[in-house]
């Protein structure tokens, strides 16, 4: 009975913070539970279930041209290691999850996420090899979506200047995060995106950066937050939005 009243408080605590100013992203979707593993699509269900504001996922585009959804830039498949890159999708997705799911192409993915109305997605492109390679899977991406009308449901974050810009190009509507953390907030304006998305060592060194990006009308959100101290301090800078491997204690915390 203590376990599920304790459930219960723990998932109230999760949707409490839905009207809160910070909200919760969980970080390659909510995987440090019992059946679940980084990116895949249980990790995307289980997010959802406890009604985070976004589950973030990691992609890259294969060989033959295919987005798929992995967070390394490489796997060991039958003892070789391949690089997502340069090896097909039909090999790719014969890798197993720690949970004994398949890699997922971002296909699967989405058709996971249509069933998924609690949370949105938070896509990771990847930084590839070439900037074609960047532009090809920003194109796919955004038509993807577009063509399953989930504009709305959707953001987009990246290490590549090069994807917030094309992103941005394609989709000025959109809502893109650079993740660097090497630009001012001045400078994010100016390109045009919707905030910026730092490691938490990088807002503790800058955290006059919060209030800058309030200021210009841009958000903040921080990675990867899951120590009780930088979950607070965080909360205290009022950041919009904590991307985090630990989302229930996160949300326990927001509740108090």
Known sequence: MKFRNLVFITLFAIGFQLQAQ???IAH???WKTDGSAQNSLTALKKANEIKAYGSELDIWLSSDGIPVVFHDGSLTLNGE???IQDTPASVLTQFKLSNGENLPTFEEYLDTFENCHDTKLIIEFKSHKTKYQEDELTEKVLKMIRD???????????????????TIQLDPLAHVYFLSGNLSPSYIKQIGASGIDYNVKVIKDNPQWVKECHDLG???NVWTVNTPEDIQQ???LKVDFITTDVPLLVGEMLSK
């Open 81 to 83: 290691k391949l690089i």
């Open 28 to 30: 390659r979707g909510f």
């Open 234 to 236: 965080m909360i205290d």
């Open 218 to 220: 841009l958000k903040v």
């Open 148 to 166: 399953r009308k989930l504009q709305n449901r959707v953001e987009y974050i990246s290490f590549s200047l090069n994807f917030v810009v094309k």
């Open 22 to 24: 910070t909200q919760i």
